[in-house]
């Protein structure tokens, strides 16, 4: 019996080794998360707008390319990927919303007017409700959403300038 | 030319190593106590090599040498003398280089101090210490050179990052360091343990020194880096399960139960063949933090400069340890002779409860961590796993863990009295009882906090009536209760202090996650807040230069009760190499709590003129939080004194005369 016993550590160590392996093999990038939202209608969304407007809905998705973009006041990596957010809206190829995520609403005003506001609506998630329901674990989270209602690509964290790339081809592919 | 001789250093220090593995091994098989020498001489040798390396090093980040990559990529010329030091260990090729030093200077004490270590077992762990110093030492060479020359030289360095320039993070590796690899001895002593297949009292007794003088580095070490993600960060919180601190924690853990079993195999001869273990599995938990951390496999906010060539070198190493370590074990330890039995109520069973609760807490940290890596290679998809898991897995392991830590040490060997002990322990149940109730009735915050508390009060009552016990305090004239006091062997007085404290962190811990009050607001010039009976004005944001930054500093006047108390200065820093802003809390302590205030971003009003200008402010106020880094001060003191214990200076008695020892030493 303690024969067999003393072996545990050791085989326990072995099935580690064998996943850590794997984890240094390969394509493996820790940081990259693959949504299971991807392919799949958007959730529900039902928000108050950020001005007093329209609310924030998935009908606003319908039948264009459209962008959800969750931003806080408070994230600065939301400040780096700024300019290109401002870039997209520029295009005008697809519609940018904004999700306001555990933020401030007067934070969040005075924040788009010192940097500019390339929303064209913005939904106040000010308990992050929206944001369990989109499986947001970070601020910032950029959703792409075909004509059809469906995510097709998600991007975690500031986006780069590869992600500006892949966004901007993926928005050509969707709107034809 | 001083580069190139550190380089040269280093590789003569590999072999060094390579000789120190080898010769005594054959030395202590034939006897030959020549050979044993000779092994003291290559550690001491690879010791004075690796710290020729070192000080080269240190001197080409002092001197500002940018044809050297490593100083090019991590320092500048106009970053402060502290932190050019610092910067040496604040890289990933620097900071092995410390890591093999203070290794080689672990195996050199050995070899130095170690006169009334048995000449065989000496020679062993030399050896086995040999092995892990030219692993790692291959290691440095081949993949992660510290004094590879670039060419052009840049005409300034990159810098190194702002957040990291700072005084408690200057110094929390090099004690990490010393604790992680303090523990690479325990894990000679284990092999070579086995090797010799003899566990004994005089064993446990050399060995626990080593684990001790550890054990206080890392836990100074993890302090450090939990009060300066405390005080830097400025999110408030000391502690965030990340896997890198989690990766500190676990040899922690495993390392308190190692110095807690060492203590039955010591005085009652059992538990040898798990003491044996935990010494082995703690250093191992240690080297896989360092492949944690610089391989890349998992994110976290530590993580160096990842390269898998690296992650593959060290998990060979890894693999080799552990093999070879736990292979070992596996054949060798059926044979090891167990020892004195006991009862399940006794001073052994309190320390078995001791380390099997350790040894859970520190599976479920091990799971916690390592469970995204896993689901992720089983193809189950891709998870983080959060604060609220070792919320409701590790706390819940805490609680026994701390009741039964009052009881145990009043308990006998071998045959404890529980109903005895229990009371003996009424005075401290009457006190326990009453802070229980005194927290119910105060408490404003969640339930938790009478849990803790309750817990925290009857572990330092604990603790104290076993000292008092001891001493007969109450019995008889207190000058002959001090004078026991007096007498009391040295590690007894250590085992109080240290209980006592974690009682204090207990508290600490306990108040500052019940009874933390937040505050973020926008202040404007002349603005008044409240928090916690503190009214805190903002008086002026001022630019204020720095050495290598430009502050943005905000005066805060703080009354209470309508008397001005303090003035405190928390600060923005922007840095310019490498540009990045970091933030300065400033704290003021009573020592019963703290407040803590955190400068924020400029605010602008709105277009339209609503909002208004000011400067986003976050005031917290963290009662008790002061006792987490009190008490582990507290606590390495305890292990200090234990330190200096008498049975430690004058070595194991021993029955058979002692072996001369050949002079040529």
Redesign the interface.
């Given at each position: 019996m303690?024969?067999v016993v003393?072996?545990l550590?050791?085989a326990v160590?072995a099935i580690?080794?064998?996943?850590?392996?794997?984890?240094?093999?390969g394509e493996?990038d820790?940081?990259r998360?693959?949504s299971?939202f991807i392919d799949k209608p958007a959730p529900v969304l039902d928000l108050a707008a950020l001005d007093g407007g329209p609310r924030l809905t998935r009908a606003g998705f319908a039948g264009r390319v459209s962008i959800l973009n969750v931003f806080a006041s408070?994230c600065l990596p939301c400040l780096v990927e700024h300019p290109y957010l401002m870039a997209l809206a520029k295009d005008g190829k697809a519609q940018i919303f904004g999700l306001n995520y555990k933020d401030k609403p007067?934070?969040a005003?005075?924040w788009?007017?010192?940097h500019g506001n390339p929303y064209a609506r913005i939904g106040v998630d000010r308990q992050g409700r929206a944001g369990i329901e989109w499986g947001v674990?970070g601020v910032p989270e950029t959703f792409l959403i075909g004509p059809d209602g469906r995510i097709r690509y998600k991007v975690v964290g500031p986006i780069t300038n590869d992600h500006l790339k892949e966004l901007r081809r993926m928005i050509a592919d969707l709107a034809k | 030319m001083i580069v190139e001789a550190g380089h040269f250093a280093l590789i003569l220090a590999f072999v060094f190593a390579s000789i120190q593995i080898m010769v005594p091994l054959i030395g202590a098989r034939r006897n030959d106590s020549v050979l044993m020498d000779a092994g003291r001489m290559a550690a001491i040798g690879q010791f004075a090599f690796i710290l020729a390396a070192f000080l080269s090093l240190m001197h080409a980040f002092i001197v500002s040498d940018f044809s050297v990559s490593a100083v090019a990529a991590n320092s500048h010329s106009a970053k402060p003398l502290l932190y050019k030091i610092s910067g040496v260990w604040g890289n990933h090729e620097g900071s092995m280089v410390l890591w093999v030093l203070i290794l080689a200077l672990f195996g050199g004490a050995v070899a130095g101090l170690g006169n009334n270590l048995p000449p065989t077992l000496r020679a062993r762990v030399l050896s086995v210490q040999g092995m892990i110093g030219a692993g790692f030492l291959a290691f440095i060479l081949l993949t992660s050179n510290p004094f590879f020359r670039v060419h052009p030289a840049p005409a300034d360095g990159s810098g190194l990052n702002p957040i990291l320039q700072d005084p408690g993070l200057a110094f929390h590796p090099p004690f990490l360091y010393l604790g992680y690899v303090g523990f690479s001895i325990a894990f000679s002593f284990a092999i070579a343990a086995l090797i010799e297949g003899r566990v004994d009292a005089a064993w446990a007794r050399w060995v626990r020194p080593w684990t001790l003088a550890a054990w206080c580095a890392l836990t100074l070490g993890i302090a450090l880096g939990s009060w300066w993600a405390y005080y830097e960060l400025g999110w408030g919180g000391f502690w965030f399960w990340d896997p890198v601190e989690n990766a500190s924690f676990m040899p922690w853990l495993a390392g308190t139960a190692l110095l807690h079993s060492a203590i039955v195999v010591e005085k009652r001869g059992a538990l040898k063949?798990w003491t044996i273990?935990l010494a082995?599995?703690t250093f191992?938990l240690s080297l896989?933090g360092t492949?944690l951390v610089r391989?890349?496999?998992?994110?976290s906010v530590h993580a160096f400069a990842n390269d898998?060539e690296r992650?593959?070198f060290i998990?060979g190493l890894?693999?080799i340890a552990?093999?070879g370590g736990?292979?070992l074990?596996?054949?060798r330890?059926?044979a090891l002779k167990t020892g004195g039995l006991f009862a399940p109520i006794s001073r052994e069973g309190a320390l078995v409860l001791n380390n099997l609760l350790l040894g859970t807490a520190c599976a479920t940290v091990l799971i916690g961590t390592?469970y995204p890596?896993?689901l992720?290679?089983l193809g189950g998809?891709?998870v983080?796993v959060g604060v609220p898991y070792f919320t409701l897995t590790f706390v819940p392991l805490m609680v026994p863990l701390l009741i039964a830590l009052g009881i145990g040490p009043l308990l006998a060997w071998k045959r404890g009295d529980l109903p005895g002990v229990l009371s003996r322990l009424r005075a401290a149940a009457i006190v326990t009882g009453i802070a229980c109730l005194a927290t119910i009735l105060l408490n404003d915050g969640p339930a938790f906090a009478v849990l803790g508390v309750t817990l925290a009060v009857w572990l330092i009552m604990g603790a104290l009536t076993e000292l008092a016990e001891r001493v007969r305090l109450f019995r008889g004239p207190l000058s002959a209760s001090l004078s026991r006091l007096a007498h009391l062997p040295r590690a007894a007085i250590a085992m109080t202090i240290a209980h006592t404290a974690m009682g204090i962190v207990v508290l600490g811990i306990t108040g500052s996650a019940a009874w933390q009050t937040e505050r973020i607001l926008?202040m404007s010039q002349g603005d008044t807040t409240e928090v916690a009976g503190y009214a805190l004005t903002l008086e002026k944001v001022a630019r204020v230069p720095g050495p290598n930054y430009t502050a943005e500093r905000a005066t805060l006047r703080v009354a209470a009760g309508g008397r001005p108390i303090a003035t405190l200065y928390p600060e923005k820093r922007r840095f310019t190499n490498p540009p990045q802003v970091t933030t300065e809390a400033a704290i003021r302590t009573t020592l019963l709590a703290d407040l803590y205030a955190v400068l924020?971003d400029r605010?602008?009003?709105?277009?339209g003129g609503?909002?208004k200008m000011g400067w986003?402010v976050r005031i917290y106020h963290n009662p008790l939080v002061p006792w987490i880094w009190i008490g582990a001060v507290i606590m390495v003191l305890g292990g200090l004194v234990s330190l200096t214990d008498r049975r430690h200076r004058v070595g194991a008695p021993s029955r058979a005369p002692v072996p001369r020892r050949p002079r040529t030493a």
């Open positions: 303690i024969r003393t072996y550590p050791l160590a580690l080794a064998v996943v850590f392996f794997w984890a240094l093999s493996r820790p940081s998360i693959p299971p408070w007067d934070d005003k005075a788009l007017a010192k674990y | 063949s273990l082995i599995l191992l896989m492949f391989s890349g496999v998992l994110t898998p992650g593959l998990l890894l693999l552990t093999v736990l292979g074990y596996a054949i330890a059926p390592l890596l896993v992720d290679a998809g891709k983080s926008i924020g605010q602008e009003p709105a277009a609503q909002g986003a």
